[in-house]
């Protein structure tokens, strides 16, 4: 018997509703492993080691933490604009932060957050440091007044080693030979050879380990050590000495396994007009296309090499194209992705990427050998260890101190953004012997040590003024300009408060906030599970997935979780539950009316969503703008109790709703006392 047209849809719809009851405990599993990956690991490396299948591990990405939290330090500097015009002062002042900024990001400090203010006439300068222990070190460095230089490629030749410092060099080397001989001598005498690399080896990286380098591949090891490797067999110790730019090795080698697989492949370019690396070709992008479908319907295996000779633009073309073996992730996405999924011997095309239009031919794919190798190292020595490196720019004598000013200009006929310079009568001077001696060469301007800017002298500069040109957008333009007068204007800054929030006092602070958290939220799931019974016990599930997905949400896009964000989290979860309780009670009043069970769920979620929308978007206005005029604490809260707001509605509206639907077929009709909840007798 076939089913009537009005149980089919009613068939659908129920499946939906199952598949979404699925989703949601699905969504619960993975936003609780994201969160907390360690428990997930545990299980993970567990069954790796009962059954050997080697299932990767889900990495860990901490939450970030506030500075009350997390612990480091908050200082307030005074910037001394005195030396500085009124109208400029602003400027400079965010011209100093940014060099602040830069500073401390070269430290490796994480999420660090700087803030100018203005305080009547005084403007501040407030550093919040999560993490930092050493604050003196951090004072110091914050502290300097910004170093602006002008410096020139450096076309010294290098010194040759002098005959002393060679001997000095074939000395070293012919002991550490001796060295490295006596030490095979003791391996092959039978002494343990882990026991000898800890005693002896100069890897520091592998040294503790006994010598191991675990397993090495082409591309990620030294040529000579994966020669050796391949050439030996499993259990070779001490065999020969292996020179290397390190020095000498002496290895062992273990097993072998299959590494990642990498493939072989030749091809043919053609390129066109504005595609990457292409000066020379006359093509069009449509000519290139029919050009290179040309080329593709003639090739073969037999004359693929001779094609690339002959039309490839790739300088692969005089070898036939042949690009030897890789791996992924060694080649642009496009190109690897047309060659991995190609079969051996086929050739495909024409395969589009930034270069322009392929032919690929691939011609092999297998995995790579990878060889468990330990060693112990006795360096040796070169000329670098004499002789520095070269510096690659050198000073000019110019710096922030002959700059009047920077300033953003447009060009006059082209309307291009531009940065201008003006030098004193000094830094005329220097500046004009500067462009006379680098014309058609880079000069590049460095703060704090660091490159900002480096443009060509296009032409000599005999008055002092100067524009830096280049395809800027006002955006970089400004901040170059900010970067130029915080090395030239004298803007000290001076600490007047630190205060230094201790590790320990963090972690204190951070468990009593999670403990209120989570009482809070068993609190209310306790609550609503005795007042409102069936759909209470409902409303804890949605809640256990706001919750989850909520933290989650919080650690993709980088919340930082101060006291404040937590205090607005908590708060959140009241909201959350708040509008459960609306769509409750509207289910009630329908139920008490007569209204059958599944009529009386989707009513009630009707009648409450008009109050639900209007309470959570008055409160996200007062979220935007505690985060627009708030200070950081303020932003901390509005920002955790809106994402939390926005999860509150999605979970509220969708996932109770879907739940409610799902038991509501278990029931009869018209219901009974498991959803009217904490209902007088008399009402019912």
Same mark, same amino acid.
């Given at each position: 018997?076939?089913?009537?047209?009005?149980?089919?849809?009613?068939?659908?719809?129920?499946?939906?509703?199952?598949?979404?009851?699925?989703?949601?405990?699905?969504?619960?599993?993975?936003?609780?492993?994201?969160?907390?990956?360690?428990?997930?690991?545990?299980?993970?490396?567990?069954?790796?080691?009962?059954?050997?299948?080697?299932?990767?591990?889900?990495?860990?990405?901490?939450?970030?933490?506030?500075?009350?939290?997390?612990?480091?330090?908050?200082?307030?500097?005074?910037?001394?604009?005195?030396?500085?015009?009124?109208?400029?002062?602003?400027?400079?002042?965010?011209?100093?932060?940014?060099?602040?900024?830069?500073?401390?990001?070269?430290?490796?400090?994480?999420?660090?957050?700087?803030?100018?203010?203005?305080?009547?006439?005084?403007?501040?300068?407030?550093?919040?440091?999560?993490?930092?222990?050493?604050?003196?070190?951090?004072?110091?460095?914050?502290?300097?007044?910004?170093?602006?230089?002008?410096?020139?490629?450096?076309? =010294?030749?290098?010194?040759?080693?002098?005959?002393?410092?060679?001997?000095?060099?074939?000395?070293?080397?012919?002991?550490?030979?001796?060295?490295?001989?006596?030490?095979?001598?003791?391996?092959?005498?039978?002494?343990?050879?882990?026991?000898?690399?800890?005693?002896?080896?100069?890897?520091?990286?592998?040294?503790?380990?006994?010598?191991?380098?675990?397993?090495?591949?082409?591309?990620?090891?030294?040529?000579?050590?994966?020669?050796?490797?391949?050439?030996?067999?499993?259990?070779?110790?001490?065999?020969?000495?292996?020179?290397?730019?390190?020095?000498?090795?002496?290895?062992?080698?273990?097993?072998?396994?299959?590494?990642?697989?990498?493939?072989?492949?030749?091809?043919?370019?053609?390129?066109?007009?504005?595609?990457?690396?292409?000066?020379?070709?006359?093509?069009?992008?449509?000519?290139?296309?029919?050009?290179?479908?040309?080329?593709?319907?003639?090739?073969?295996?037999?004359?693929?090499?001779?094609?690339?000779?002959?039309?490839?633009?790739?300088?692969?073309?005089?070898?036939?194209?042949?690009?030897?073996?890789?791996?992924?992730?060694?080649?642009?996405?496009?190109?690897?992705?047309?060659?991995?999924?190609?079969?051996?011997?086929?050739?495909?095309?024409?395969?589009?990427?930034?270069?322009?239009?392929?032919?690929?031919?691939?011609?092999?794919?297998?995995?790579?050998?990878?060889?468990?190798?330990?060693?112990?190292?006795?360096?040796?020595?070169?000329?670098?260890?004499?002789?520095?490196?070269?510096?690659?720019?050198?000073?000019?004598?110019?710096?922030?101190?002959? $700059?009047?000013?920077?300033?953003?200009?447009?060009?006059?006929?082209?309307?291009?953004?531009?940065?201008?310079?003006?030098?004193?009568?000094?830094?005329?001077?220097?500046?004009?012997?500067?462009?006379?001696?680098?014309?058609?060469?880079?000069?590049?301007?460095?703060?704090?040590?660091?490159?900002?800017?480096?443009?060509?002298?296009?032409?000599?500069?005999?008055?002092?003024? #100067?524009?830096?040109?280049?395809?800027?957008?006002?955006?970089? #333009?400004?901040?170059?300009?900010?970067?130029?007068? #915080?090395?030239?204007?004298?803007?000290?800054?001076?600490?007047?408060?630190?205060?230094?929030?201790?590790?320990?006092?963090?972690?204190?602070?951070?468990?009593?906030?999670?403990?209120?958290?989570?009482?809070?939220?068993?609190?209310?799931?306790?609550?609503?599970?005795?007042?409102?019974?069936?759909?209470?016990?409902?409303?804890?599930?949605?809640?256990?997935?706001?919750?989850?997905?909520?933290?989650?949400?919080?650690?993709?896009?980088?919340?930082?979780?101060?006291?404040?964000?937590?205090?607005?989290?908590?708060?959140?979860?009241?909201?959350?539950?708040?509008?459960?309780?609306?769509?409750?009670?509207?289910?009630?009043?329908?139920?008490?009316?007569?209204?059958?069970?599944?009529?009386?769920?989707?009513?009630?979620?009707?009648?409450?969503?008009?109050?639900?929308?209007?309470?959570?978007?008055?409160?996200?206005?007062?979220?935007?703008?505690?985060?627009?005029?708030?200070?950081?604490?303020?932003?901390?809260?509005?920002?955790?109790?809106?994402?939390?707001?926005?999860?509150?509605?999605?979970?509220?509206?969708?996932?109770?709703?879907? =739940?409610?639907?799902?038991?509501?077929?278990?029931?009869?009709?018209?219901?009974?006392?498991?959803? $009217?909840?904490?209902?007088?007798?008399?009402?019912?």
């Amino acid at each position: 018997m076939q089913k009537s047209k009005h149980e089919q849809p009613a068939v659908n719809t129920r499946s939906k509703i199952r598949w979404g009851i699925v989703g949601i405990f699905v969504l619960i599993l993975i936003t609780s492993i994201f969160n907390a990956p360690a428990y997930a690991n545990r299980a993970i490396d567990a069954v790796n080691i009962a059954t050997q299948i080697g299932i990767p591990r889900i990495p860990d990405h901490p939450f970030q933490l506030g500075l009350d939290l997390q612990g480091g330090a908050h200082l307030i500097y005074q910037a001394d604009v005195s030396g500085v015009s009124f109208g400029d002062r602003a400027q400079a002042v965010e011209g100093v932060k940014d060099v602040i900024e830069r500073r401390i990001n070269a430290t490796g400090v994480s999420e660090p957050d700087v803030r100018t203010s203005k305080v009547g006439e005084d403007f501040r300068i407030n550093i919040e440091l999560p993490g930092v222990t050493d604050v003196s070190a951090a004072i110091s460095m914050i502290g300097q007044t910004p170093t602006l230089e002008f410096k020139e490629e450096n076309n =010294m030749q290098p010194r040759e080693l002098a005959e002393e410092e060679k001997a000095q060099i074939d000395k070293y080397n012919a002991a550490a030979k001796n060295r490295a001989e006596s030490v095979i001598a003791r391996i092959k005498a039978d002494e343990d050879f882990e026991t000898v690399a800890k005693e002896i080896s100069e890897d520091e990286l592998s040294k503790n380990n006994g010598g191991f380098l675990n397993f090495i591949a082409p591309d990620r090891a030294d040529p000579e050590l994966y020669q050796w490797a391949l050439e030996r067999s499993e259990g070779d110790a001490a065999v020969d000495l292996v020179e290397n730019r390190e020095g000498f090795n002496i290895l062992k080698r273990g097993e072998d396994r299959d590494g990642e697989v990498q493939a072989g492949a030749s091809h043919i370019l053609i390129c066109y007009l504005g595609s990457r690396g292409c000066a020379n070709s006359q093509f069009t992008k449509e000519e290139a296309y029919e050009r290179a479908k040309s080329v593709f319907d003639k090739a073969n295996a037999g004359n693929f090499a001779a094609l690339a000779k002959e039309y490839s633009t790739d300088p692969s073309a005089q070898s036939g194209g042949d690009l030897g073996k890789f791996g992924k992730g060694m080649m642009v996405k496009e190109f690897e992705d047309a060659v991995f999924s190609a079969k051996v011997g086929q050739i495909i095309g024409p395969v589009e990427t930034e270069f322009g239009y392929h032919i690929i031919y691939k011609t092999s794919e297998e995995p790579v050998k990878e060889y468990e190798l330990w060693r112990i190292l006795i360096k040796t020595q070169s000329a670098t260890d004499i002789l520095p490196p070269q510096e690659q720019w050198i000073s000019t004598g110019l710096s922030g101190s002959q $700059l009047e000013r920077a300033e953003v200009v447009t060009d006059g006929q082209t309307g291009a953004v531009q940065v201008s310079l003006q030098f004193n009568s000094e830094g005329t001077d220097l500046f004009k012997g500067i462009t006379e001696r680098n014309v058609g060469k880079p000069v590049a301007i460095f703060l704090d040590g660091l490159p900002i800017s480096i443009p060509t002298v296009q032409t000599i500069i005999p008055n002092g003024k #100067a524009v830096i040109t280049g395809s800027f957008n006002i955006v970089e #333009a400004r901040l170059l300009s900010q970067r130029l007068n #915080a090395g030239a204007l004298p803007v000290p800054v001076n600490l007047v408060s630190q205060q230094t929030i201790g590790a320990s006092l963090g972690a204190e602070s951070l468990q009593k906030s999670l403990k209120a958290g989570v009482f809070a939220l068993l609190v209310v799931m306790l609550f609503m599970v005795l007042y409102y019974r069936l759909p209470g016990i409902l409303s804890v599930i949605a809640l256990i997935l706001y919750f989850s997905l909520t933290m989650a949400v919080f650690k993709i896009i980088g919340v930082t979780l101060s006291l404040a964000g937590i205090a607005g989290l908590i708060l959140s979860i009241g909201m959350a539950v708040d509008a459960n309780v609306l769509i409750f009670e509207r289910l009630k009043e329908e139920l008490r009316r007569g209204k059958s069970l599944k009529a009386a769920i989707e009513e009630g979620f009707l009648r409450a969503w008009s109050s639900i929308r209007d309470g959570n978007i008055s409160t996200l206005i007062t979220c935007l703008l505690l985060i627009w005029f708030g200070s950081s604490f303020v932003q901390g809260f509005a920002v955790t109790l809106a994402v939390g707001v926005l999860v509150s509605m999605f979970t509220a509206i969708t996932v109770t709703r879907v =739940m409610l639907r799902f038991v509501a077929a278990w029931f009869p009709r018209f219901g009974n006392a498991l959803f $009217l909840g904490a209902a007088k007798k008399s009402e019912l």
